[in-house]
């Protein structure tokens, strides 16, 4: 099935301003829809939630609309669903719900590939525990983070395996659902870190095995929010601390303060445009597999393009072959990442340079402070966007 790509950018108000954006790794450029969803919401009665009053249940709606939309993007349950601001914060707080569980001299993993927002929460927590972190490290050359890396450190003391299912860097894939059942077996609880992936792939987290799963609607065309995904049953067994006169029931013991309903209506809205990039018929689940099947294909073939356009010119890395996101990584010899940065954006090109929080996995690369320059692709991403990319490097190349 064509991807329409005219069709999609239409629905970007942000694009009229004319800039190419290979930003989206860092936050997606939005729909109309999602912001008129937003302003709707704001515009509309709204209280508290509660079953009384007209506004009170329009809060209600919006919150259970929003569950059920994150339930079918990710294969969860809506009871599995908890809002918060971030996929930082909400990593914090589980981190700290889980390590009242652990004992010293507990174990817990971590990666070299993930962002620090699924390294620094469970490191923190294992100090303040007295547990030990092992770190899994991935291959410098390929990208790649071998389930063995990860497999081969698991022990009966091991608590938390934190994996990510796609670096922010690399964009490759670490193969989540091979590692999940021998991290069971261990005893171990698996915690994905879903941000890079679900913008670009069709999610399961249930044959994924992830006992947690993390994303953020901001890198999804959403609003600026984060999500978990865990078993109801899971998180009926955890006891974070709470305010005494918030709910205890689950989700919503998870959850601190009011809920924003503006942006989880734009979220909302966010899972139905993507359920809508192609037509298609049928629950709203079955829509996404099937868009977001296309637009993997759009964004691979926007990536083959960019790659072939910037090879000879810049180092890419990572394993530009492997299963893998749309996201490319490079520097141009002879020219500092921030400079590169700089110039394409003066020629109205946003792809920015650094390490975009992905530390570890920038050390582990060699990658100087400044980091590289990343190129993202983006469902609005076309060929004559990745044809300035790709002319602008050339432009820049010291020859
Ligand atoms: C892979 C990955 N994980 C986690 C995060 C943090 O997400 P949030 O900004 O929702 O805390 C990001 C943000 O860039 C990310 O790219």
Redesign the pocket.
């Known amino acids: 099935m064509p991807f329409d790509v005219a069709a999609v950018r239409a629905h970007f108000p942000a694009l009229q301003e004319g800039v190419a954006h290979f930003d989206g790794?860092?936050g997606s450029q939005v729909p109309d829809v999602v912001a008129d969803a937003v302003a709707n919401t704001l515009r509309s009665g709204i209280s508290n939630r509660g079953s009384v009053t007209a506004s009170e249940l329009r809060a209600e709606f919006v919150v259970a609309t929003a569950r059920q939309a994150a339930a079918d993007l990710l294969g969860a349950q809506p009871a599995g669903i908890i809002f918060g601001r971030?996929?930082?914060q909400l990593t914090y707080d589980l981190s700290r719900t889980l390590a009242k569980q652990w004992r010293a001299g507990d174990e817990v993993i971590v990666t070299k590939l993930d962002?620090d927002?699924?390294v620094r929460p469970w490191v923190q927590a294992a100090e303040a525990h007295d547990v030990r972190v092992r770190w899994a490290e991935f291959d410098r050359t390929t990208g790649e983070l071998p389930v063995s890396a990860v497999t081969s450190l698991l022990t009966e003391r091991t608590r938390v395996v934190a994996v990510?299912a796609a670096s922010?860097l690399l964009g490759t894939r670490p193969a989540i659902a091979r590692i999940t059942p021998r991290a069971h077996e261990a005893g171990a609880l698996v915690y994905v870190?879903g941000?890079?992936l679900t913008p670009h792939a069709w999610v399961d987290v249930e044959a994924m095995g992830a006992d947690f799963y993390a994303c953020?609607p901001y890198k999804f065309l959403g609003p600026h929010l984060?999500i978990v995904a865990a078993r109801p049953a899971l998180l009926e067994s955890l006891r974070p601390d709470k305010l005494l006169p918030a709910s205890n029931a689950v989700p919503e013991r998870f959850e601190y303060g009011t809920l924003p309903y503006e942006l989880l209506a734009g979220t909302t809205a966010a899972i139905d445009f993507l359920a809508d990039l192609t037509p298609g018929t049928g629950p709203r689940r079955t829509r996404l597999a099937q868009s977001m099947q296309v637009l993997e294909q759009h964004e691979s073939a926007m990536l083959k393009r960019l790659e072939a356009g910037l090879s000879g010119v810049t180092r890419l890395y990572g394993s530009p072959r492997r299963d893998r996101t749309p996201t490319a990584l490079f520097t141009v010899d002879g020219v500092p990442s921030a400079t590169v940065y700089k110039e394409l954006a003066v020629r109205g090109v946003n792809a920015p340079a650094g390490t975009?929080?992905a530390l570890e996995c920038a050390r582990h690369l060699g990658l100087a402070e400044g980091g590289a320059v990343r190129a993202g692709i983006a469902p609005y991403t076309d060929e004559s966007d990745v044809d300035r990319l790709i002319t602008a490097i050339h432009d820049l190349k010291p020859s």
Do not use: R
Request: proline residues 6%.
């Open positions: 790794p860092g971030s996929m930082t962002h927002a699924n990510t922010n870190d941000v890079h953020s984060g975009f929080y």
